[in-house]
């Protein structure tokens, strides 16, 4: 509970001591920035101290910390000093502010502090940091802890810098070591807070896009007291909905649609849909809730591919909910409020908060504004590599729509936008050289997806929970008195792109086939056909068979920009104010009409983003698109998220009688359905938050006389905590005490058992202490480097360290790889062969507990 009230006023207190920078920088937003304060503040105290400690000017200690704060202490401080350009004093309108909008205030704080304590609270039921990708996640938050200089050091692979996109893990450092939290503990805050920032971020982008439109029918909001109740759904789409393939878990365990009047039992529906594991027979037929062994984890692996030849390969198709379900601290979950503040600012852009004729290199965008775009833009290949691309796109598109609405149409607009793309990408690659000078990866171009479309039935699954309301919404405006879509542009446009990325795919295949001819062959012998004029039309029959995916996303581009394009035409030849004839009536800077505007534009680059998978892929050592997909799927659902959001505020507003029940039903159901996923899944994580479990220890208790039953029912919550460590101490005693041990020892790498699989056991010392070992999960290390050369011999050398006869082997192994520590314990005796008698024969024993011992290289 400490650690949670310390990083809860630790990230408050950040957050307004950015606030009157954000106030300065975010004039447009409704609330000014507030709800994304935090996360603002965040990133610039975690860019300063970065920077500060990678030039070698601060230190990776509480005094580099403390240097950062008063760099971002001063820039607030010129932002409550500095006059405006009108004269103005911001501290006077900061406060005028702060007065007029105390309740918009008073619900950001107990949004967040509620969405903190919620998913603190899951956390705290199941906070083991096993399994998955976890032990990695929490290796990088103690070797940056531990790390004497930045780049922080590799963890699992010593002599090394960590290769990877590894930002957010130093935001958790830093607040773990302001807060004095351990980094097990950390880890869990961590998920949380993400959680908590991506909440009231959301809701802040809502609340703008909301309080400048107003509803066709039925009552507006009063001027200046934008709705506080309907942005709420914003967190909802973004954070708790999940797909439906939690109702059709439900579905499965009653025995819907099966036929069992034969044995096997059949159904053609659930053969159709061809989910793995729901397409098998259910075990046990009755009830709703869903009993199979991690039966959530299914909801990421709903997509699949099968090559022509009938192999299937598994596609991850997260989202949100799932992600906070597991409790990876992985980067794209980190990346989430930071996508959040990165839509914010393209928001602003749109809006026109950094307009100005006297720019940087000629932009139309004031030097404050293209500074926090190109920060924001460079943060994000920091913190996750896979979102620069949407994130850089659009903050383009919103800076071409901006010119747009103030100049009109026209090649010049996207002229100046090329001339602002330049710019803004070299600046945020600069901000962040450090960083690039270090990184290596694992891309090696873009690959031709001809084989493997997403079918509609998968796509419905994933996104059904968000296609509803967006379809609704879309074809709402479509019909809505005033707004005349330009069907012709906005489809053709659609069916130009789709037609444009299959050709892509197909010129990208051909020149494959021509410039590795043995690639080509082995892909077309996997794929069972025998030559390039096969594969096309085998190819082309399948993408028709599931074309139900690639049609959905071009009807939903489609609609999007048939509703965009009319709002940026004008006659030619005409002043900006002046419409083109049957465009609507409004004027281009209308507030609602900017508002809408803004959220087509997330429908529409959500639309690219799901659409591009099913055409190109990027190559890395998956060898398919699992990863292609699972990154663009989760940043469209962001983008969904938001868009879903406006449409069903704008709808629970704007409609009446009939239509208005209809559309209550609708959106009710898909809500409550996908909303099934989130019930389910937390109340499986946490054991019914293990309510149970007190129920019964207090019925039990009632039994005996004169007992504190209250008490005795509480014990059901008494091994709740937030340290991902704990259950060291149950399950590996030996080992926990050793870790405390390296905890507060000098620095130095650490010998340990190394084994050639990766989520296991293997390199638990220095996941736990944050000292460098000499290896720990080779596959991943070859994931973050591209390759397996940079290993070397390491398995190898570890194996003679531990069961080589001479003492000889064994010194020269330690000095090559600098060894200070040699672990031998339960894991390492299961592993080799080891020769300890060596061990105390030239080292000095300097801790032991049970059968593990620590020795000391001289």
Known sequence: MADFISWYIA?????????????????????????????????????????????????????????????????????????????GSPRAALLDWLRSNRRLVIVVELLFLAAFAFLALVRAGNPEIVGTEKPMELAFINAILRSPSFPPADPWLSGYSISYYYFGYVLAAMLARLTGAAGSV?????????????????????????????????????????????????????????????????LHRNGLFWDFSSAPAGSSFWSWLDIKELSDQPTRVGGWLPDRYWWWWRASRVVQDTDLSGGVHEIIDEFPA????LGDLHPHVLAMPFALLAVGVALNLFLGGWQTDRGLFGLRITPPGFLVSALVVGGMAFLNTWDILFVFALLLGAYLLHRTRNAGPGWERVVETVEFAFPL????????????????????????NIVWPTRGAHLWVMFGA???????????????????????????????????????????????????????????????????????FAASQRRLESIGGSLTLILLLGLALSLLIPLFQWRRGSQPSRILEGAPASPPDDPARASLAFVLLLVAFGSLLALGPDFVYLRDQFGTRLNTVFKFYYEAWLLWSLAAAFGTAVLLQGLRRFPAVLVRIVLGVTMLSGLLYPLFGFLDKTRNFDLLRARDLYRSCRAIPGQDCLEEALRAWEDWTLDGAAHLDRENPDDAAAIRYLLAAPYGVVAEATLPASYNYNGRISTHSGLPTVLGWP????????????????????????????????????????IRYVVVGNLERATYTVNETKFNSFLREVFRSGGLVIYQVP
């Not at 973004?238 to 393939?245: I, Q, S, T």
């Not at 690039?436 to 171009?445: D, I, L, R, T, Y």
């Not at 709402?476 to 050709?503: M, T, V, Y």
């Open 11 to 87: 990230v408050t207190l950040l957050g307004w001591l950015a606030f009157p920078l954000a106030f300065r920088l975010f004039p447009t937003l409704t609330d000014r920035g507030y709800s994304l304060a935090r996360t603002f503040g965040l990133l610039l105290w975690g860019f300063g101290y970065w920077l500060l400690a990678s030039l070698g000017i601060a230190q990776n200690d509480a005094g580099g910390l403390t240097l950062a704060l008063f760099v971002l202490a001063g820039c607030s401080l010129w932002a409550c000093l500095a006059r405006d350009r009108d004269g």
């Open 186 to 250: 950390a880890f869990n805050l961590m998920v949380a807070l993400v959680f908590a920032l991506s909440a009231v971020g959301a809701y802040g982008i809502v609340h703008t896009l909301l309080a400048a439109f107003r509803p066709a029918r039925g009552p507006a909001p009063a001027p200046g007291r934008p709705s506080l109740r309907l942005p709420l759904l914003a967190p909802i789409f973004l954070l708790l909905l999940g797909n439906f393939e939690a109702l059709l878990e439900a």
């Open 322 to 325: 799932f992600s906070y379900l």
């Open 425 to 448: 990408g070299l600046a945020a690659i600069l901000l962040y050289l450090p960083f690039h000078a270090g990184f290596s990866s694992q891309f090696g171009g873009i690959l031709a």
């Open 466 to 536: 968000l296609f509803i309301p967006l379809f609704a919404f879309l074809a709402q405006r479509s019909f809505q008195k005033g707004d005349r879509p330009n069907w012709l542009a906005g489809f053709g446009l659609a069916l130009g792109c789709g037609l444009a990325l299959w050709g892509i795919s197909w010129l990208l295949a051909w020149t494959v086939s021509r410039v590795d001819p043995n690639a080509s062959a082995l892909f077309l012998e996997l794929q069972g056909v025998p030559g390039f004029r096969e594969l096309f």
């Open 779 to 818: 596959g991943h290390e070859s994931q973050w480097r591209g390759s397996y050369e940079p290993q070397g011999t390491r398995m190898e050398d570890m194996r003679s360290l531990y069961e080589a006869p001479d003492w000889e082997t064994t010194r020269l192994i330690l000095e090559k790889y600098h």
